[in-house]
């Protein structure tokens, strides 16, 4: 166990004639050409934005604690997205039990941002402390480049519990760091709509956002390749998903900060497990694999793409008959994703097309027309899931957001969201003639609503089976 002055139970002593040599001998070392990140002017719009919304409070947004995985190892370290949202601090300049305040003032909010900066070298810190100390996890920025590099006034960390003694109707984002929760009076219902609102505002994606989902998404395209390429491998050994897995997780820490999600590498009849995560199962030629991944670059914005590969590189007559009744429900969804659309006529419109295939197919025991009808659904039995979701600094973004501004909201520029029908016939379904049985099909792109429709960011990863077939061969000659 960690105590709060970083030190562990099995850590050496140190002598005090060590202490005091540790604090001799060191040469200045500022971090050089230190420059305005490009997010900085997003930020202040987005924090100017949510001062308007907040006349006269305080607004306290923390990045979060570490969380522990076992005794004293803590997981990776990844700010709430909010805080990163509104600070534009993200990927290794995060630190930990870092807190945004917008102070309120006569003309809207000053931003603060408290930190626990370097640490310097005239203390025991910095070789000392396993949780704060550079010689542990590497060098913070000091106070004067973060101001530089976020344009936020910056201060320690230290001072905040006296800096919220001063009596002020405060508001803070709850749940995200232990002692800030003990400091600020619970205002539940005032705190709900906080969080709604810091949620909601991410809908609508700048140009910043827009740009960096779009690298995201051309990340990810590459770790599909790596995926493909890996598929030998992966059907010549026990476990082979977790090869394939590797692969994608290999090139997100590559080009950016991790994976937005655990990856889904369900080969068979787990691609009929809709969040299989595990990941221990064959790799067999003749089998479909069902891949859902996405990288998450340094930005914190992630991807969130899914394609279904025949693991030898060709569909059977009866993957292929499925797997175009799914891409042929996503054509009908990318049509119906427009401003002035709502959220749900996407996913309404993919139904139709699954309802009325599985009609066809022969396996509703009514009409594609009454299957459809709210009060009956029959269809869902294949596919339960919703059609997509808002994607961006989370990978199921703004889930906070009130119902009439998402699930039962308008879609308008900028938002970006994700189109994922997907059917799947367990094993053991006897509706279903026998070559049918154990094919789970997925495809999902990630979308941007635009002035006249929408532009599939993810377009160039094929999807139609003949082209996914064209691709894998090509890639098994490279």
């Excluded at 941002?113 to 025991?124: A, G, K």
């Excluded at 070789?127 to 590099?149: A, C, L």
């Excluded at 998903?241 to 590797?246: G, S």
Aim: charged share 25%.
């Amino acid at each position: 166990m960690t105590e709060k002055d970083g030190t562990r139970v099995h850590d050496i002593p140190a002598a005090d004639q060590l202490t005091q040599f540790m604090k001799s001998g060191w040469a200045p070392s500022p971090l050089e050409g230190v420059v305005a990140s490009p997010v900085t002017p997003y930020s202040a719009a987005r924090r100017e934005a949510l001062s308007l919304k907040f006349p006269g409070v305080r607004l306290v947004i923390p990045a979060g604690n570490s969380k522990v995985r076992s005794n004293d190892t803590d997981y990776r370290f990844r700010p709430h997205s909010a805080f990163s949202y509104f600070t534009g601090i993200t990927g290794s300049d995060a630190v930990p039990d870092s807190v945004l305040v917008l102070e309120p003032t006569e003309l809207g909010h000053e931003a603060l941002l408290f930190i626990h900066p370097r640490s310097p070298r005239d203390t025991d810190e910095f070789y000392k402390n396993s949780r704060h100390g550079e010689f542990w996890i590497g060098r913070r920025m000091t106070v004067e480049e973060t101001q530089i590099r976020y344009g936020i006034s910056v201060r320690q960390i230290s001072t905040i519990e006296d800096f919220l003694k001063s009596e002020k109707e405060t508001l803070i984002l709850r749940g995200e760091d232990r002692g800030l929760d003990k400091l600020v009076e619970k205002r539940k219902k005032r705190e709900e709509e906080f969080a709604s609102v810091l949620s909601a505002m991410r809908l609508i994606k700048d140009d910043y956002e827009i740009a960096e989902m779009q690298k995201a998404i051309d990340s990810t395209n590459r770790g599909f390749d790596d995926m493909i390429r890996a598929l030998p491998a992966a059907t010549s050994m026990a476990r082979g998903e977790r090869i394939i897995e590797a692969a994608f997780f290999g090139r997100a820490r590559l080009e950016g900060n991790d994976i937005g999600y655990d990856t889904i590498a369900a080969s068979g009849s787990h691609a009929c497990i809709l969040h299989w995560i595990r990941n221990d199962g064959d790799v067999r030629p003749g089998e479909l694999i069902l891949i859902d991944a996405g990288v998450e670059v340094d930005s914190l914005y992630t991807a969130d793409i899914t394609r279904t590969l025949p693991i030898n590189g060709k569909f059977t007559a009866a993957q292929r008959k499925i797997y175009m009744l799914v891409y042929e429900a996503q054509k009908a969804g990318f049509a119906a994703v427009k401003p002035g659309a709502m959220f749900k006529d996407f996913h309404n419109a993919a139904q139709e097309v699954l309802a009325r295939g599985l009609a066809e197919l022969g396996v509703l025991p009514i009409s594609a027309e009454e299957s459809l009808h709210p009060d009956s659904g029959l269809h869902r039995r294949w596919t339960v899931h919703g059609t997509g979701h808002m994607l961006g600094i989370d990978v199921h973004d703004c889930a906070l957001a009130r119902k009439e501004a998402y699930s039962e909201g308008i879609l308008e520029p900028g938002m970006i969201l994700t189109v994922e029908p997907g059917l799947y016939i367990h094993p053991d379904d006897e509706l279903f003639p026998v070559e049918y049985r154990g094919i789970g099909v997925r495809i999902e792109d990630d979308v941007l609503v635009t002035e006249t429709g929408c532009r599939v960011l993810s377009s160039k990863l094929p999807s139609h089976p003949d082209e996914v077939e064209v691709w894998m061969s090509n890639l098994s000659r490279g």
